[in-house]
């Protein structure tokens, strides 16, 4: 209704309308590309930019009240403005008492628990490399914000491109060396700002954006991170079974029932279950096959869906 009344009365607001939903909506969502059969969190990611063609066309609201409030006048000697607003008003009271529960956030500590965890687990001084925005913001919130663990340098290697960037870090952490001005993946790339900080863990979450580490160093998975060793140094099955229990028993998971599966949240719980799906791997590819069906069924318990554990447990069963 409030598209009609925008076409009769104001027919630039209805052409400066319909453009920019347009833009901002189907078309903004075909150029992302983004094929939402590749993650459970692909569509939650784009539905956060929903807001924004809803915003455009939200105006058109009054449009259609003023339409509705000019029938009413046609057909009836009364004051029909104020008695649309206040029938507006009703529903729209009557919408927030209905669904405030439903959408109410106020108690979800899922990700402050994870980033909690994540700050306990890593070093201090530590430099801790995030990738992806469910990881990447709830830490950034903790460190930026509230000046959790400010001693750890919170950095994120996607956007080290950017020489901002790489200001920004100087800036924020005097004590942290960056030895380039420009990033770029090949001679001025994480191996030589890890190499430039000497004595300093290195706590990696995510995928790294270049290969400058593979060749003399290695991944160890130390709970919610992966410390980045040198490859001379060797650490037992045992040592990381040991270091990964005692984190985990501090670890605050949430139940797989009390997250949005169709969220970043999907992705925090299988942060939860990777190392006890690393340490099973790890059994299992040194034949200890009880002990990695332990692990494995510990990581299923933590999270269900995790990728890869059933596979695993059959591939068990089969042997």
Not at 160 to 168: D, K, N, T
Not at 250 to 272: C, D, M, T, V, W
């Amino acid at each position: 209704m409030g598209t009609v009344q925008a076409y009769r009365r104001q027919r630039w607001y209805f052409w400066f309308s319909l453009i920019a939903f347009l833009c901002v909506g189907p078309l903004f969502a075909w150029i992302t590309n983004l094929n939402l059969a590749t993650a459970p969190s692909a569509l939650f990611v784009l539905q956060r930019f929903f807001l924004l063609p809803q915003v455009v066309v939200a105006p058109l609201i009054a449009f259609g009240v003023l339409l509705i409030a000019e029938v009413i006048a046609s057909s009836a000697p009364t004051r029909p403005l104020p008695l649309v607003a206040g029938a507006l008003l009703i529903v729209l009271v009557v919408s927030v008492v209905t669904n405030y529960r439903r959408v109410d956030q106020s108690r979800n500590r899922i990700a402050r628990s994870y980033g909690e965890d994540v700050f306990a687990t890593v070093e201090p001084h530590a430099i801790l490399l995030t990738t992806g925005d469910g990881v990447t913001i709830p830490l950034m919130y903790l460190n930026v914000v509230e000046r959790q663990r400010p001693d750890v340098a919170l950095i994120s290697p996607p956007l080290m491109p950017a020489e901002w960037y790489l200001r920004q870090l100087r800036a924020r952490y005097p004590d942290l060396t960056v030895p380039f001005d420009h990033y770029d993946g090949e001679r001025h790339n994480l191996r030589a700002l890890i190499e430039a900080n000497p004595g300093r863990q290195v706590a990696i979450i995510g995928p790294v954006p270049d290969k400058s580490l593979d060749q003399d160093y290695w991944s160890y998975q130390r709970g919610l991170v992966s410390v980045v060793e040198p490859a001379s140094r060797h650490i037992t099955l045992s040592e990381m079974t040991n270091d990964n229990e005692q984190l985990m028993k501090r670890y605050q998971p949430p139940s797989p029932g009390s997250i949005n599966a169709e969220s970043f949240e999907s992705e925090i719980l299988a942060s939860y279950a990777q190392p006890a799906w690393r340490i099973g791997h790890e059994y299992e590819r040194g034949g200890w096959k009880t002990e990695a069906r332990a692990w494995y069924q510990r990581a299923l318990a933590i999270d269900p869906n995790f990728p890869h554990v059933r596979e695993a447990l059959a591939r068990l069963d089969r042997e």
